[in-house]
């Protein structure tokens, strides 16, 4: 199966700088749209970017213009730079493909463990 392994995350203050990255490993066959999603305390996990294979990136409002989100498809990796944090931005950073592990496989979603990141006023 498909492993993902983020990290980047931690403790910056409002206006900083962080980068993310996610690396998928194990049993690939294919991976089609790799992204990031985050849950803040009490609210449902929301997209904040995603991007295909071929580069297409779609973002969400509230981050359009700050973050950047880019992949080495080499590596199997996708980052998230993320600029002018704002507190709002506090969360859980969850990294997220569609990918084949078997060539005969259907396309399945996979998950990180998460990376925390919070953004102090």
């Known amino acids: 199966q498909v492993q993902l392994v983020e990290s980047g995350g931690g403790l910056v203050q409002a206006g900083g700088s962080l980068r993310l990255s996610c690396a998928a490993s194990g049993s690939i066959f294919s991976i089609n749209t790799m992204g990031w999603y985050r849950q803040a305390p009490g609210k449902q996990r929301e997209l904040v970017a995603t991007?295909?294979?071929?580069?297409?990136?779609n973002y969400a409002a509230s981050v359009k213009g700050r973050f950047t989100i880019s992949r080495d498809n080499a590596k199997n990796t996708v980052y998230l730079q993320m600029n002018s944090l704002k507190p709002e931005d506090t969360a859980i950073y969850y990294c997220?493909?569609?990918?084949?592990?078997?060539?005969?496989?259907?396309?399945?979603?996979?998950w990180g463990q998460g990376t925390q990141v919070t953004v102090s006023s």
């Open positions: 997220n493909t569609r990918a084949r592990p078997y060539r005969f496989s259907n396309e399945d979603d996979y």
């Open positions: 991007i295909t294979g071929y580069g297409n990136t």
